[in-house]
């Protein structure tokens, strides 16, 4: 199966729009996605690693969002006692407000509007906002369920720019393209996520992830060396390194 991908043709989502019912809508869907079909579950396996009690720790999110990934790494910083400051990025204003709405209660999070390949940089386009200390890395750099929406030269910058921002530990995970999953996301946009929005943005995510060797083959371009790249259940794959 091939992976199809028209830059010209971008996802609902990624467009440039007001806040809607249905933006909202979608973006609720893709928490609860993300919530009962292994985003969650696999972000955990490495958080119980990475963030022990009592450390301190800056933490980037690329491509955050509605913030839910923000939030989940705060909640569980509080839970073992960890003390830690999220920057989210986001280039959509209208997906940041929204994300700021549900983060009121998380002053741990900052949500900052900027083009993720560019975000941190010292050079090329300014962005909206930076990170807090511009001279100093990241502890850890998440991306999730972003990679699938650049093309490959693209995303290997974006694998590129992640390793960057990081001086300890790098987690980007994504779909992984493959019959099964096409099929159950179709199954899943049929019978239960069958707002507009989510069905198309869903079934083109399907068609536009990355096999589990592309994705592999992408970190390698990027420059990565000894991470780790695994397959997780429901059609999830991330690289890592640490």
Same mark, same amino acid.
């Given at each position: 199966? +091939? ?7 971008? %996802?609902?989502? @990624?467009?440039?729009? /007001? ?24 972000? #955990? ?10 450390? =301190? #720790? ?11 990934? /923000? ?11 960890? @003390? ?5 990025? @986001?280039?959509? /204003? ?12 998380? /002053? %741990?999070?900052? &949500?900052?509007?900027? @083009? ?43 694998? +590129?720019?992640? =390793?960057?921002?990081?001086? +300890? ?21 049929? &019978? ?19 096999? &589990? ?6 970190? %390698?371009?990027?420059?990565? =060396?000894?991470?780790?790249?695994? +397959? &997780? ?8 390194? %640490?």
């Amino acid at each position: 199966m +091939k992976r199809s991908f028209d830059p010209a043709e971008p %996802e609902l989502m @990624d467009r440039p729009q /007001p806040v809607t019912p249905e933006l909202v809508s979608d973006l609720r869907n893709i928490r609860r996605l993300n919530r009962y079909f292994g985003s969650y579950r696999l972000i #955990m396996h490495f958080l119980r690693r990475w963030i022990q009690p009592r450390s =301190r #720790m800056r933490i980037l999110d690329l491509a955050t969002g509605s913030g839910d990934i /923000p939030r989940l790494v705060v909640d569980y910083a509080r839970k073992i006692g960890g @003390d830690v400051r999220v920057d989210a990025v @986001d280039q959509q /204003p209208s997906t940041l407000e929204i994300a700021r709405g549900l983060s009121s209660d998380y /002053p %741990e999070i900052e &949500f900052l509007e900027s @083009d993720v390949l560019t975000f941190g940089c010292s050079r090329g386009p300014a962005a909206a906002g930076s990170p807090r200390q511009d001279n100093e890395a990241y502890d850890i750099v998440l991306c999730s369920l972003a990679l699938h929406h650049f093309e490959e030269d693209a995303a290997v910058r974006l694998l +590129k720019h992640c =390793r960057q921002l990081s001086n +300890k530990y790098v987690l980007v995970s994504d779909l992984r393209r493959g019959l099964s999953a096409t099929i159950g996301v179709y199954l899943l946009t049929t &019978f239960f996520f069958r707002e507009a929005m989510t069905r198309s943005d869903a079934r083109v995510s399907a068609e536009r992830a990355f096999s &589990f060797a592309e994705f592999r083959s992408l970190a %390698e371009r990027a420059g990565w =060396r000894n991470f780790g790249h695994a +397959k &997780f259940a429901l059609a999830r794959q991330a690289i890592w390194m %640490e």
